[in-house]
């Protein structure tokens, strides 16, 4: 808008006015001269000749510049974020959101789901993550959890009759956060009744290609890969492989287990695994930044990181004076290495293996600038394990959740291996993102009792966590399955954002906190007490 310096008293009040002041103008909408046009604008084709000036409510200065390229720290950012979300690019991205939300609910409504509500107020129950728990006041000293996904409940729906069911669901994990986790946060719950696994893998893949076309203007092909967690570990050292980009890793232990290198053969002998990753031009990485590499290793549990590198042919130091000229022949046979390139070993347990050289590979794909950050790269990750061992309880707990139907074939194997039994499980991965994830269920009690037994539970402890469920089992159970999206995480990647932060309007700090409102907050000690609640103040 134009303020005309012949109008003197109201070009000297606009001359006063300060960013961020709310008006209202009355003028001419005229045609901006051809030197003065703005195609960048959205209104840069006009302008607006001002003839009154209503201030209807004066700003302060604000603690920091609203637009795109703030340099305003993250929690001054988060305490004003009323402030933040002027900026045009939290905007979009809400405005994003919004739409994304439009595009599913018609989808799900084009293949017959139907929307249902579950209950916020829940019985807590094991589900990885810590519960938050909500005290209450009819019943004192019981407790309401706050739902960690509505996984019982929407296979409660399924024995109800509701074949296709969804919902936008808020869910809540206590748990470390980081930059794409929240303590509350959204997924698309979805569950599906007489399905088998490729079913619900169709509705999954054709939802994200809609959202990736509709909102990205991006086309996948369909379908997308299917790849085994076997598979996935092996190659890329993770259960959401970004493959993006090559740097595969290679398992050395064939040629590891004839090696003159003590550290090899001997790990071999104990039942472990020799891992490599080869890294054309990662011959110019300094001492450091292996030293640093070698941090990562033992971040992820390795006892450390092997290495070498191969320069004019030869391999040179780190630890090429241990290795034999039998091995090093192989290594170069089945690796095909150039100069200026570099090896790097890890000789552990297969998983750590796999999880070290998974983390080192993104590392250097990062470094060495292998990602393709045009590509919209796709795949599910199948055949998970039952179970994983957890060392602190030092017993066998379901990958994903007891419910999980077995593969055919491994049901024998619950008492006698458990460890080898797979499930009829699948993650949906987008650019080294887990994205959704899922699983046929169980749907034969007397099976679902075994597993229980499996992880540990007897007959009362399953009963006293899900016997609603296991009770309900009894009354017919139709073979159901389904998958939950991780609805922020999706935002975050459509929206091209580096953190799930920036598409929520009002997020939660590491420490989940909310620097805007306060909370969480002391509360008043009648409260405490009508709950029957009494606050110990710690190191008492």
């Not at 900026?87 to 809400?94: G, N, S, T, V, W």
């Not at 590891?256 to 039942?271: C, D, I, L, P």
């Not at 609603?468 to 089992?473: G, I, P, S, T, V």
């Amino acid at each position: 808008m134009t303020f005309k310096p012949e109008q003197k008293e109201l070009f000297d009040r606009a001359e006063k006015l300060n960013h961020e002041d709310v008006i209202q103008v009355k003028g001419t909408v005229t045609v901006r001269p051809p030197e003065a046009r703005n195609p960048k604008m959205p209104t840069g084709e006009i302008e607006v000749i001002a003839e009154e000036l209503e201030i209807l409510a004066k700003a302060e200065t604000p603690p920091f510049v609203i637009e795109d390229d703030v340099n305003a720290m993250e929690d001054t950012r988060l305490k004003y974020r009323y402030l933040d979300l002027r900026r045009p690019e939290m905007r979009d991205a809400l405005l994003l959101r919004s739409r994304a939300n439009m595009i599913s609910r018609k989808y799900f409504a084009e293949l017959g789901f139907v929307d249902i509500e579950t209950s916020t107020l829940v019985r807590s129950t094991p589900e990885g993550a810590r519960d938050f728990l909500v005290p209450s006041r009819k019943q004192k000293g019981r407790f309401y959890a706050l739902p960690q996904s509505p996984q019982i409940y929407k296979q409660l729906l399924m024995i109800a009759g509701f074949d296709r069911y969804y919902q936008f669901a808020r869910c809540y994990r206590d748990e470390d956060l980081r930059a794409d986790r929240q303590p509350e946060f959204t997924q698309i719950d979805v569950e599906m009744s007489f399905v088998e696994q490729e079913d619900v893998l169709q509705m999954a893949e054709g939802l994200m290609a809609r959202l990736l076309h509709e909102v990205c203007g991006a086309n996948v092909k369909l379908p997308v890969r299917r790849m085994g967690y076997d598979e996935a570990m092996l190659r890329f050292g993770s259960d959401k492989p970004d493959t993006r980009f090559g740097l595969e890793i290679e398992d050395v232990s064939d040629i590891a287990q004839k090696s003159e290198f003590n550290v090899f053969s001997g790990t071999m002998e104990k039942g472990g695994a020799v891992r490599c990753l080869y890294v054309p031009g990662g011959g110019e990485l300094s001492r450091k930044d292996i030293d640093n590499l070698t941090e990562l290793a033992k971040k992820y549990g390795a006892k450390g990181l092997a290495q070498c590198k191969f320069v004019d042919g030869e391999f040179n130091g780190g630890i090429a004076k241990f290795l034999g000229e039998v091995e090093k022949a192989e290594f170069v046979k089945r690796l095909s290495p150039k100069d200026g390139s570099i090896f790097m070993f890890v000789a552990d347990k297969p998983l750590i293996c796999a999880r070290t050289l998974g983390a080192i590979r993104l590392e250097m794909g990062k470094r060495l600038d292998l990602i393709d950050k045009s590509k919209w790269d796709m795949l599910f990750v199948v055949d998970f394990p039952m179970f994983e061992f957890d060392e602190e309880s030092g017993r066998p707990v379901a990958q994903h959740h007891p419910f999980t139907m077995i593969r055919p074939g491994d049901v024998e194997k619950l008492e006698s291996d458990p460890m080898a039994v797979r499930s009829i499980a699948y993650d949906l991965v987008l650019n080294g993102h887990e994205i959704a994830g899922g699983s046929i269920r169980t749907h034969n009690h007397a099976v679902l009792r075994r597993v229980m037994k499996a992880i540990k539970l007897s007959d009362e402890e399953a009963d006293e966590k899900f016997g609603f469920l296991m009770e309900a089992m009894k009354f017919g159970v139709p073979p159901h399955g389904g998958i939950a999206f991780g609805w922020d995480r999706i935002i975050m990647l459509l929206a091209g954002m580096d953190s799930i932060r920036d598409v929520i309007a009002f997020p939660k700090t590491t420490a989940a906190q909310s620097l805007m409102d306060g909370c969480p907050n002391d509360v008043d000690v009648k409260q405490l007490e009508e709950l029957g609640i009494k606050l110990i103040k710690e190191g008492k």
